[in-house]
């Protein structure tokens, strides 16, 4: 019964769009994301229940736990990655200094197990991070938004 599940973040991996490439920015230790439709409701007088409910904006957050890997051996990390998720962290002075942030192109969500892309996201920017030590892992904690979810 458990075969098919996806268990463990460690049969998540992300990809990243960088400079039109995807590449794998690390092993998932947890993934969510949110849609938020801004839904109101469209209200009338003499009727007590809505009369319809309408879309006021759309806003897609999305929360990554990305576990760091040791350093590179032969041109890759453990995880078979290249680049890992603190490699596209933007810094202060380049945000300060271009008053923009980063924007890239797709953000995608692979189940290793079959290569399916689980979730697909556009135009994703980095909103915050930080990191998390503990229990012999190291992960880097990211906030992103992101225009739209595309799967």
């Known amino acids: 019964m458990a075969q098919g599940l996806i268990a463990n973040g460690s049969r998540v991996r992300m990809q990243l769009a ?20 801004k839904v109101q409701a469209a209200e009338c007088l003499g009727t007590l229940p809505p009369i319809s409910y309408d879309s006021m904006g759309y806003s897609c957050n999305i929360d990554l736990g990305v576990f760091v890997p040791n350093k590179k051996i032969a041109g890759k990390y453990a995880d078979g990655g290249e680049i890992t998720i603190s490699d ?6 380049e945000v300060w200094e271009s008053g923009m942030m980063p924007e890239h192109n797709i ?36 906030k992103l938004v992101a225009i739209k979810r595309i799967k």
């Open 18 to 37: 960088i400079d039109g490439v995807l590449k794998q920015i690390g092993l998932a230790q947890n993934v969510s994301y949110n849609e938020d439709f």
């Open 88 to 93: 596209f962290l933007p810094k202060v002075d």
């Open 107 to 142: 953000l995608n969500i692979v189940n290793m197990s079959t290569g399916e892309i689980l979730h697909q996201f556009e135009d994703v920017v980095v909103a915050s991070n930080g990191s998390t030590i503990g229990r012999g892992f190291v992960t880097n904690n990211v």
